[in-house]
């Protein structure tokens, strides 16, 4: 059975860190492609960024030199570490497994003073 349970949303002040977690169960995993994505109120979900099974990376722009996502295969776990927080990053995001099309259920990121 397929599933991803995400950790380490929160509350950070502009300028903060968070890292978000994203275990992976039901699949092969250091093959398999894995992205975040976000969704900020009233807005569409959008694209964060990807890591294939190789380790390419691929970020939006809004997050390129701030955002880095990585991954664990023994851990069967993919990450994103996410710096120099702004406002406009306040979203709840979400873990998804690509080729599937399968989501986490997302955790919340809040950027506030």
């Known amino acids: 059975q397929v599933q991803l349970v995400e950790s380490g949303g929160g509350l950070v002040q502009p300028g903060g860190s968070l890292r978000l977690s994203c275990a992976a169960s039901?699949?092969?995993?250091?093959?398999?492609?894995m992205g975040w994505f976000r969704q900020a109120p009233g807005k569409q979900r959008e694209w964060v960024a990807t890591i294939t099974g190789r380790g390419i990376r691929t970020y939006i722009g809004s997050v390129k030199g701030r955002f880095t996502i990585s991954r664990d295969n023994a851990k069967n776990a993919v990450y994103l570490q996410m710096d120099s927080l702004k406002p406009e990053d306040t979203a709840v995001y979400y873990c998804r497994i690509i080729p599937i099309d399968y989501w986490g259920q997302g955790t919340q990121v809040t950027v506030s003073s």
């Open positions: 039901g699949i092969t995993f250091s093959t398999t492609s």
